[in-house]
């Protein structure tokens, strides 16, 4: 069974600093690694995604994320945060073939400071 | 067209009424889902359907109860729920593939049982 641990329910980070989540799986083979952002009242928003190739994958927004083997890890990161950045972010996992079922972590809300 | 679409938006509904909540897709995806998500928590798979056939059940009461009348269309009929099922209920599809694919979220239902 995969499983997804996201630490720190709550991040704040100054406008204009790093934003750090960190992710880490837990899985008998590495899988497909998504990292989703939900906004107040929204659905989910696919920020990027690790499938295969180039282990480090930019998504939108200035985010990028770093797939890692060794650490089974997957950390998301934004060099500058803006004020537009405060919502509710999602790691999920799912296996490489068979049923899509992807596994989320926790999220983590990110509060964004002027 | 990337879009999930869902309605209603909002539904406030009595313990002994029947609704419906609709799902549309019009990327071709062949496989639909429906999430059950709680305030501050991560969504939690309720229904899988692959190629209109219900695949996974992940033990949810018969209160609730998925339909996939076609390949665009997912609704999750709704009958004698409970306050506790107060929730977003969001749809979601991903295309089917040998390989697994990212899931296309739509902004859900906000359902509020009364």
């Known amino acids: 069974a995969q499983s997804v641990t996201q630490l720190g329910s709550h991040v704040s980070v100054s406008e204009g600093a790093l934003v750090l989540l960190r992710c880490n799986y837990s899985?008998?083979?590495?899988?497909?690694l998504f990292w989703y952002v939900q906004y107040p009242n929204q659905g989910l928003q696919l920020l990027l995604k690790y499938t295969t190739g180039a282990t480090l994958v930019k998504g939108i927004n200035g985010f990028e994320a770093e797939f890692k083997k060794s650490e089974t890890s997957f950390h998301l990161t934004k060099p500058s945060a803006h004020m537009s950045d405060a919502a509710e972010y999602f790691c999920?996992?799912?296996?490489?073939?068979?049923?899509?079922?992807?596994?989320f972590g926790k999220g983590n809300q990110v509060v964004v400071i002027p | 067209d990337t879009e999930v679409t869902q309605t209603p938006k909002h539904l406030v509904m009595g313990m002994t009424n029947k609704k419906s909540l609709k799902c549309e897709q019009h990327m071709g995806h062949r496989a639909m889902y429906w999430y059950k998500q709680k305030a501050k928590k991560p969504p939690e798979l309720m229904f899988v359907?692959?190629?209109?056939?219900?695949?996974i059940n992940e033990s949810v009461p018969s209160r609730f109860s998925p339909e996939c009348p076609n390949s665009s269309l997912l609704n999750l009929h709704l009958h004698a729920l409970q306050p506790e099922d107060s929730a977003l209920y969001l749809c979601?599809?991903?295309?089917?593939?040998?390989?697994?694919?990212?899931?296309?979220f739509g902004q859900g239902t906000r359902l509020t049982v009364v």
């Open positions: 979601a599809s991903s295309q089917e593939t040998a390989l697994n694919t990212e899931a296309f």
């Open positions: 359907y692959s190629y209109e056939k219900l695949s």
């Open positions: 899985s008998s083979v590495p899988p497909y």
């Open positions: 999920a996992v799912t296996p490489v073939y068979g049923n899509n079922r992807l596994a």
